[in-house]
């Protein structure tokens, strides 16, 4: 079993940064391929971005591609979502999430975080 608590979460202005953290206990952190994951209200969870154990490959929806970054340290057992030029449509519950693969993909994620709340205000 893996544990993921996500933090972070705040409200924010359009136009402003904010850089959420996903703290992983449970299993060894780098046999994981990481991801992030938001549901913006009334709609259904999207995939953000996801990283592979070594943190070298990444994928990003194109929604936000240029404006967030993921990222990982595997010594602090933690991955990371920098996101900057944030929009009100950026607004959405964000979960992180560990697949059983330290390959990068967009799918097939087994643990899930509790979430974080992120509010864009324009």
């Known amino acids: 079993q893996v544990q993921l608590v996500e933090s972070g979460g705040r409200l924010v202005q359009a136009g402003g940064s904010l850089r959420l953290s996903c703290v992983a206990s449970?299993?060894?952190?780098?046999?994981?391929?990481m991801g992030w994951f938001r549901q913006p209200p009334g709609k259904e969870r999207e995939f953000v971005a996801a990283?592979?154990?070594?943190?070298?490959?990444?994928a990003y929806a194109d929604s936000v591609k240029g404006r967030f970054t993921i990222s990982r340290d595997n010594a602090e057992n933690t991955a990371y979502l920098q996101m900057d030029s944030l929009k009100p449509e950026d607004t959405a519950i964000y979960y992180c999430?560990?697949?059983?693969?330290?390959?990068?993909?967009?799918?097939?994620?087994?643990?899930w975080g509790q979430g974080t709340q992120v509010t864009v205000s324009s």
């Open positions: 999430a560990a697949r059983n693969s330290p390959l990068v993909a967009t799918t097939s994620y087994k643990y």
């Open positions: 449970g299993r060894t952190f780098s046999n994981y391929a």
């Open positions: 990283i592979n154990w070594r943190g070298i490959n990444t």
